[in-house]
């Protein structure tokens, strides 16, 4: 079975959505076929702060191809830290192949690099 969930994938699969910038209220876009959406959730306080984005990634082909995965972001904050702090990535199928996601994938990415 393919490993999907590894940061080499991850970054490949956020190329290809080219999701919109950090700073945009875009909720949802369409990338080659897959119906993305992103969810953001924050906290702050004095002592601390995270954020939460789930990114939803939906791809809805007549076949049994079909598939639906999230990526998952994860990052916290400490003022009173010397570290700076680390942002956390997972994938996660909530239905469908990995292999289907990764020919997807290649696919994508290829169509996008010049030739």
Request: glycine letters at 2%; aromatic letters at 12%; proline letters at 4%.
């Amino acid at each position: 079975m393919p490993r999907i969930s590894n940061a080499r994938t991850i970054a490949d699969i956020e190329f290809v959505i080219e999701a919109p910038s950090a700073g945009s209220d875009q909720e949802k876009w369409k990338a080659h076929g897959v119906e993305c959406s992103r969810d953001r959730h924050r906290f702050s306080s004095q002592s601390y702060s995270f954020s939460f984005e789930l990114v939803h990634l939906r791809f809805s082909a007549p076949s049994r191809a079909r598939w639906y995965a999230i990526i998952i972001t994860e990052q916290w904050r400490f003022p009173e830290s010397r570290v700076e702090s680390r942002t956390t990535k997972a994938l996660k199928m909530i239905y469908g192949r990995q292999a289907d996601v990764l020919t997807w994938m290649r696919k994508s990415r290829e169509a996008m690099l010049p030739a």
